[in-house]
């Protein structure tokens, strides 16, 4: 019998595929295409992932079959989440622009006085166009982190919360389009162009019909509202909180992102608020469904399923505690 905690991804998998079936849906009859040419190479690389996470299983290396899986699922969330907000955004009403926009000014964000103000300091925006740029190597770090100290349960539940944060997130946007906090860098000497300015043609080619070309090596985050910048680096800092060093450089490392995002992202304030908002009720879900799938797996007499008594049962007990040692493993995480 497998571990449990090896079936808790099963978990995350199944939100994989309610994201797929959602995916399905949304793009039926819109015309879409795939650049066959430009899919092999994540092809490849999904396929590199499922070997590792397979020899991992197989050859009883249960970090690289940790790190292989979470990587594998990340992608997988990744690519389909995407194309989701692709659909989403073709079928997309008004653009609630105005709204947002509003919505910052009664929150006390004045965004040409931020602008102006950083267009000054190269060195903050430096700082925060690295910080915020840098999501997918957060990502990275804590994959490869947590799973080399063996902090597997802390993982999974990333993962998890991650894709419960990331497809909340799609859905909102979808029934709550915008173009973003646009600005034009021309006016400025040195803030950089946010991604909210470079995606401009492609959200109204998504809109008008015009791009239906789906580059899967070139994919984009076009959402607006919430900010998925601002739920993922809470996630991944929670996560490490009991990993020496990275307990303190993670929640930095969040915070920087998050504050640079507005002007990086192109974001309103209220998109960074909501998606903060979302942080919370996605770990709890994350822990809740990893956890009751690795419960769901355990067997209600541990090990065995016929109670073992007498002289043999000192030796099963000794092994077992000699196993254990052996392992090194640590509380609510399992590394064998």
Same mark, same amino acid.
């Given at each position: ?30 015309? $879409? ?9 994540? #092809? #490849? ?14 050859? *009883? ?9 979470? $990587? ?9 989440? =995407? ?9 997309? &009403?008004?653009?609630?622009? *105005?709204?947002?926009? /509003? ?11 931020? @602008? ?50 990331? @497809? #909340? !997130? ?11 906090? +646009? @600005? ?27 791009? %239906? !070309? ?32 990275? %307990? ?7 915070? +920087?992102?998050?504050? #640079? !995002? ?11 608020? /909501?998606?903060? /908002? ?13 956890? =009751?799938? /690795? ?9 065995? =399923?016929?109670?073992? !008594? &007498? ?20 509380? &609510?995480?399992?590394?064998?």
């Amino acid at each position: 019998m497998r571990h449990a905690n090896e079936t808790a991804d099963t978990a995350s998998w199944w939100l994989i595929v309610a994201m797929a079936g959602a995916c399905l849906i949304a793009c039926r009859g819109l015309g $879409f295409r795939i650049d066959a040419a430009r899919a092999i190479v994540p #092809a #490849a690389a999904i396929g590199l992932l499922w070997a590792g996470a397979v020899l991992g299983r197989t050859r *009883g290396r249960p970090r690289l079959a940790a790190g292989a899986t979470a $990587f594998l699922l990340m992608t997988s969330f990744t690519i389909i989440g =995407v194309v989701l907000s692709y659909a989403l955004a073709a079928r997309a &009403g008004p653009l609630w622009d *105005g709204r947002l926009a /509003a919505a910052d000014v009664r929150l006390g964000f004045e965004w040409p006085a931020v @602008f102006d103000a950083l267009d000054g300091h190269p060195v903050a925006l430096w700082v925060g166009g690295v910080a915020y740029h840098s999501l997918t190597v957060q990502m990275i770090v804590c994959i490869v982190v947590l799973s080399a100290v063996g902090r597997f349960d802390a993982l999974r539940i990333a993962v998890a919360a991650a894709i419960v944060g990331g @497809f #909340a !997130t799609i859905l909102i946007s979808g029934a709550m389009p915008a173009m973003g906090n +646009v @600005f034009d860098p021309a006016g400025y000497r040195r803030l950089w162009p946010s991604v909210a300015w470079m995606e401009r043609a492609m959200i109204v080619g998504l809109r008008d019909g015009s791009w %239906r !070309t789906l580059d899967l090596t070139q994919l984009m985050g076009i959402v607006t509202f919430p900010s998925f910048h601002a739920t993922l680096p809470i996630i991944l800092a929670r996560a490490q909180r009991d990993v020496p060093v990275w %307990r303190i450089v993670a929640p930095v490392w969040a915070g +920087v992102t998050i504050v #640079a !995002t507005p002007v990086f992202g192109g974001h309103y304030g209220v998109d960074v608020l /909501a998606g903060i /908002a979302i942080a919370p009720p996605a770990i709890v879900a994350g822990a809740y469904i990893v956890r =009751v799938r /690795a419960a769901a797996q355990r067997p209600i007499f541990g090990d065995a =399923v016929t109670p073992i !008594t &007498g002289p043999a049962a000192g030796l099963r007990l000794a092994g077992r505690g000699r196993r254990r040692t052996a392992t090194g493993s640590g509380v &609510g995480d399992d590394v064998v």
